[in-house]
């Protein structure tokens, strides 16, 4: 009921400022402070998801965690968009106008597909501030820039799939190609190696940019892990989004085992039919850094520029949920610590 | 052209806004269903329709999508069906940014970079759907299939190519991955609107004389009519002495020079480089916004705006609580419902036709008035 | 004129009353009275697109009057389907076959009613039954042999014996001469009486007069979708039968003087074409024809008329042979320089080739003549001008039609057919190919079509005629070759052949030499 009552005020709002632009004759820029917060009022916080949003199981759903923890917390109003498939460059942009004109003074964009146009807005509604989760691509006075050490994590779960893989092979199935996602392609090929230098590690992507189904295709992921799993290999990183699922679902069909990504995927709820077959999982706390960007603006401590949370930050890290890497915890421990002390020097790109 | 006649632009009017009417219907029971307003998410478009950034924004969209729709309709004239728009658009929208953004076209005047950029992504548009031309010309293979598979071979194609190796540019730390920014000179000025934080794509003339192109080949030349007599009846066009395979080849060459323009206005008015996020799907919408404007290049513009609105207020439907997918509910109800829509009016058409026809010469009468000595022989039976 | 059943006499065994049927902007019949004597056979008269195929369709339950009665021996029915019709003893002979090829003569006829148990098919029984009517009407029809095997006579026999076998009493056989030479003409006309005398009621639909003159014993006339008349054979010559048909005198089919030169335009020689399975459809073809003449192809259809007009045309390239006109070898050029080199071309089926139906009149006009004057200017089409010579056409062609802006489909086949005659002759050709130029047009156009060859040829236009219309061919020609499987095997004189000889030569029953 409130937030409904929430959407109609910002609606008002909006047609006023409308209207008010249209008498100044001015670019829509500018008040967009008219709906900011005063004394004891609610923070408003407007999410932009990318593809796939709320209910993901993955990245979207991990930033979720993130604001509802600082929901409860803090107690915000909260506006969530989400995007959808093959937008132009014009949609997302006036999503995030949308979002800093409807009175949203903190406005989180997740995901890199929004760096270009968050690069163009942010100028215009300089009293907003912004944060844009996995990309350091846009840059300004206000925004925060949230991105992870991605391959740092990835090695350790590369090490983790090296030491208990019995064929000596492994394989890698991506999303879609893209730098991001090579990221960690790269830090578990890094991981396997360092462990069995002569394993194999297959890899993978689901789709070519400018298709991003990749990330939302839970048959193509298994369609390509079943064909892993029949060419001798024994464990599958999913480094893709909602299409992990199919890979689970193939490999506890086959009797092998996957590595999850984004979050623990071991304890989510949607893939409890496919726990036992996930051997650990990639976690980047997007969480965390969603949970920190707002605490600090909370507490007036918005801090522009590149925050990456890496092994040291606890920003990544293996899941143990499951306790199948319970005996080997004890090598991956020592890995993490010489990643986080610099005596291993995990590539980020190939 | 057919002679102006009020009846016809009913008849051609009454298919689009019929199926729009159904659409909305349809949509207003989907929401009912799901427990929203229907009130609400017209108010909400309708809002966000008239903000100007919106307007804009739409206008943008539409002029890719009656590019699209062009290059799409060309073939559908014909019967083909050229489904490859969109690989064609985005090999030539990344060849043709590649090609801008070069070092070396820096030196050269504004208007020839421009010009040596559409010529580029119009050839390399042309090459694509060539292909799919020579293999049905050749080999009897049917476009559809081929014109599916050069999408997704041109999907792998731009991917190899937007590599620091190839085609695109180093940009160490960087998510996304595009050719090299076209500079100032290469690049088409956009029309500041008043009120909008969009300018209007400067390459919105583009498409308006490609529609009129459109339409002067079609109505006007032998070429035209050529291409519609042989969509029409390809039996009766080889026996006027019209070479079918010389029309496949030449309206499949023509379609894809057209959607090589698709990505134009999006690159060098905005994107100014061919990057990961670099629109793709416009080929497809093409075909609706083509289905939907029954191929006339007034009903296309319509279409197009149309399309590029719902689009366009997608986000402000979710901001209102609404979910976004209705959009696409209501595009898809749209265009199933007018290729109903049309086949009936197209019925009706036909039918009232005969019945005129029929009336002007007299062949319905009583028979008791029927003397022997009137000369009309019309054929009675249907 | 309905009859009223006459005291005594026994009720007729069908009887229209009043039949009206509309469609959408026609009424294809109009107060339709038809009164059928048992143990008769009827004939319904009428030109083209007169109405009959409709009033049959009704009675055979397949399309529903409007208004008016049928009365099957005397007792009122209403058919809402065939499978009503047949229950009545109603039967349908189609002048298009409805024959599976692969199967035996007895699988066709039982098909649709077959015997024995739904589980078990009892085919002795049916082979019996078949043998049973084939014996007592004469119809010669072998159970066991294949469809594909069988000649067109021997299939409409099949398809009569089909009937029967459903318990059909009266008969109804829609033109069923049309794909007959005149030999199988006396065959079915004796298969006819037959049946007659085993008390069978026929209901035979016709326009070709001399033979309802020969077979019936009452003639109902329609006309324009109406009964106009009911006469006794002996009372009528065919000379008046058409005139009741047609409403108006007869055209007849006829040359006057010879304008033949001794100049050739269309040489054509050694002209072979090769189907898809490599088997000759036309086998070394040589002819020419001068200006001013009307060659005519004789010919059973499917006996490479149709590939030897393509292959005129350019539309289908030949294996070997030579064609040269006026002198000028055109044997590679493709069609539109053959038809820019002044051959116009009426073509066999009009749907397909003549006329883009979903086209205005005036663009139909275009069709064929886009790279010339007066439809285009250089790569422009000439609107104006097209649309002027349009109406041209529309009057000097009597093509019934309220504007040029009306689509093709909106026209009867007549109209259309004189609207593609006006066309090709627009250009002024030095040769004119026709394919059955009159086929499916009413008497009117006939007339008018034979008047506008008639005159070019007087101005010394080459003419290739086929046609399946005997009288046509004979009346229309200055020389007339026959083709049979591919080849010309025969010339004739066509102010001394009649139809029966030609008939003979189409079936090749007059050998080859």
Not at chain 1, 272 to 290: F, H
Not at chain 2, 259 to 268: D, E, I, R, S
Not at chain 3, 414 to 434: F, H, T, W, Y
Request: hydrophobic share 45%; proline share 4%.
């Amino acid at each position: 009921m409130r937030r409904m009552r929430g959407t109609r005020l910002a609606a008002a709002a909006l047609a006023l400022g409308l209207g008010l632009a249209a008498c100044g004759g001015s670019s829509d820029s500018g008040d967009a402070g008219s709906g900011s917060t005063g004394d004891g009022a609610q923070l408003k916080v407007g999410l932009a998801y990318d593809i796939g949003g709320r209910g993901d199981q993955s990245f979207n759903d991990s930033a979720a965690r993130g604001i509802d923890r600082a929901k409860q917390e803090f107690g915000l109003d909260i506006k969530e968009l989400e995007a959808g498939a093959g937008e132009s460059e014009a949609i997302k942009e006036d999503r995030l106008r949308q979002l800093a004109e409807g009175g949203y003074t903190t406005v989180i964009a997740v995901g890199y597909a929004y760096a270009t146009s968050l690069a163009k807005v942010a100028p215009d509604y300089t009293d907003v501030q912004f944060a844009l989760v996995d990309s350091e691509d846009a840059t300004g006075d206000n925004i925060a820039n949230i991105v992870f050490a991605e391959e740092q994590g990835s090695f350790l779960v590369g090490v983790a799939a090296a030491l208990k893989s019995t064929t000596d092979k492994v394989g890698f199935i991506g999303g879609v190609n893209t730098p991001l996602i090579q990221k960690f392609e790269v830090g578990f090929t890094a991981g396997v190696k360092q462990v069995k230098p002569d394993a194999e590690v297959q890899v993978k992507y689901l789709t070519e940019p400018p298709d991003f189904t990749g990330f939302n295709d839970p048959a193509k992921g298994e369609t390509a892990a079943n064909g892993m799993f029949d060419a001798g290999v024994d464990i599958v990183y999913a480094a893709a989004g909602g299409s992990g699922n199919g890979v689970f679902k193939a490999a506890k069909a086959k009797g092998k085992l996957g590595i999850g990504v984004d979050s623990d995927q071991y304890n989510l709820p949607g893939l409890a039919e496919v726990k036992d077959v996930i051997l650990t999982s990639m976690i980047k706390k997007v969480d965390v850094g969603v949970y920190d960007f707002i605490s600090s603006v909370k507490d007036g401590e918005f801090a522009k520029g590149v925050k990456v949370y890496d092994l040291e930050q606890g920003g990544v890290d293996y899941a143990t949920s499951g306790g199948k890497v319970d005996d080997i915890k004890a090598q991956l421990d020592d890995f993490k610590k010489q990643i986080v002390d610099g005596t291993i020097k995990v590539p980020a790109q190939k | 052209m057919r002679r102006f006649a009020p009846r016809a632009v009913l008849l051609g009017l009454a298919a689009p806004v019929g199926a729009l009417v159904f659409a909305v219907l349809v949509c207003a029971v989907v929401l009912a269903a799901t427990g929203h307003s229907l009130f609400d998410t017209i108010d909400a478009m309708v809002t966000a329709a008239q903000r100007p950034r919106t307007f804009v924004n739409s206008l943008n969209s539409a002029t890719q999508y009656y590019l699209a729709a062009i290059a799409v309709a060309i073939g559908f004239r014909m019967k083909l069906f050229n489904i490859g728009v969109d690989g064609q658009y985005r090999l030539a929208a990344m060849l043709s940014a590649a090609l801008a953004g070069a070092t070396w076209m820096e030196g050269l005047p504004s208007v020839l970079r421009i010009t040596m950029t559409i010529v580029a992504a119009m050839l390399v548009g042309a090459a694509w759907a060539g292909v799919a031309a020579l293999l049905k010309v050749t080999r009897g293979i049917s476009e559809v299939i081929s014109t599916i598979m050069l999408n997704a071979i041109a999907t792998y194609l731009v991917s190899y190519l937007l590599n620091p190796a190839r085609l695109a540019e180093e940009r160490p730390g960087s998510n996304n991955i595009g050719t090299r920014p076209i500079t100032e000179g290469g690049q088409v000025g956009g029309i500041p609107v008043s009120g909008s934080s969009s300018d209007l794509f400067g390459l919105v003339f583009l498409a308006a004389a490609v529609g009129f192109a459109y339409w002067f080949v079609l109505s006007r030349t032998r070429f035209g009519f050529e291409l519609k007599a042989t969509g029409l009846s390809e039996s009766a066009a080889v026996a006027s002495g019209i070479s079918v395979k010389k029309m496949v080849l030449l309206s499949m060459l023509l379609s894809g020079a057209v959607a090589g323009l698709v990505g134009l206005p999006q690159l060098l008015g905005s994107s100014h480089e061919y990057s990961l996020d670099f629109p793709p799907g416009i080929g497809f919408i093409g075909i609706a916004v083509a289905l939907l404007g029954r191929n006339h290049p007034i009903g296309m513009a319509l279409a197009a705006v149309l399309w590029g609105l719902l689009d366009n207020s997608a986000n402000a439907l979710d901001l209102a609580g609404v979910p976004r997918e209705i959009v696409g509910i209501m595009q898809g109800v749209i265009v199933l419902s007018v290729v109903i829509a049309y086949e009936l009016v197209r019925r009706y058409r036909v039918r009232t036709e005969q019945r005129e026809v029929g009336k002007a010469l007299g062949s319905t009468r009583d028979p008791a008035a029927d003397g022997p000595k009137d000369d009309n022989r019309e054929e009675a039976s249907a | 004129m309905p009859t009223e059943p006459a005291g005594g006499e026994p009720a007729p065994a069908v009887e229209l009353t009043g039949i009206t049927k509309r469609f959408p902007g026609v009424v294809a019949n109009s107060d339709v009275n038809i009164t059928v004597r048992p143990g008769t056979v009827h004939a319904l008269v009428g030109e083209n697109g007169a109405g009959k195929s409709t009033l049959m369709k009704i009675l055979y339950g397949m399309q529903q009057p409007d208004e008016g009665v049928i009365a099957v021996h005397g007792a009122p029915v209403v058919f809402a389907s065939p499978a009503d019709a047949i229950g009545a003893g109603i039967g349908m002979v189609h002048q298009h076959f409805m024959l599976a090829d692969n199967l035996t003569v007895l699988e066709n006829v039982v098909l649709g009613s077959e015997p024995g148990s739904a589980v078990a098919l009892d085919f002795a029984a049916a082979r019996r039954r078949i043998r049973d009517i084939s014996d007592s009407y004469g119809l010669n029809v072998d159970p066991d042999r294949l469809v594909d095997e069988l000649g067109v006579g021997e299939r409409q026999r099949v398809e009569i014996l089909k009937v029967l076998y459903r318990g059909a009493r009266t008969l109804i056989l829609d033109e069923p001469t049309a794909v007959l030479v005149p030999q199988e003409v006396d065959e079915l006309f004796g298969n006819l009486r037959e049946l007659k005398a085993e008390g069978l009621t026929i209901l035979f639909i016709s326009h070709k007069l001399d033979e309802v003159l020969s077979v019936a014993d009452d003639i109902t006339v329609i006309r324009r979708g109406t009964t106009v008349a009911s006469v006794s054979p002996k009372e009528v010559t065919a000379r008046k039968l058409a005139e009741l048909m047609v409403g108006t005198a007869l055209p007849v089919p006829e040359l006057r003087e010879s304008t033949v030169t001794d100049r050739p335009v269309l040489t054509v020689t050694g002209l072979t074409v090769t189907g898809a399975d490599g088997r000759r459809v036309l086998d070394d073809v040589s002819f020419t024809i001068h200006a001013g003449e009307v060659l005519g192809i004789a010919g059973v259809e499917g006996n490479g008329q149709a590939e030897l007009v393509e292959a005129l045309m350019g539309i289908r390239a030949p294996a070997a042979g030579r064609i040269a006109l006026g002198g000028r070898d055109i044997t590679r050029l493709p069609t539109r320089r053959r038809r820019e080199a002044g051959m116009g071309y009426i073509p066999e089926d009009r749907h397909r080739q003549g006329v883009v139906l979903e086209s205005t009149l005036w663009e139909n006009r275009v069709l064929g003549h886009q790279t010339r004057k007066p439809s285009s200017r250089g790569p422009l089409i000439d609107i104006r001008a097209a649309k002027a010579d349009t109406e041209r056409i529309v009057r000097d062609y009597d093509v019934r039609t309220p504007n040029i802006d009306v689509h093709a489909s909106a026209l009867s086949g007549g109209n259309q057919q004189k609207l593609i005659v006006g066309r090709e002759m627009s250009a002024d050709p030095v040769l004119l190919i026709a394919s059955h130029p009159t086929r499916g047009v009413d008497v009117g156009a006939q007339a008018a079509i034979w008047d506008h060859i008639r005159r070019a040829r007087a101005e010394h236009l080459a003419v290739l005629l086929i046609s399946a219309d005997l009288d046509e061919l004979i009346g229309m020609s200055d020389s007339l070759s026959v083709i049979l499987r591919g080849r010309l095997v025969a010339d004739h004189d066509p102010a001394t052949v009649t139809p029966e000889q030609l008939g003979s030569a189409m079936t090749g029953a007059e050998g080859e030499d």
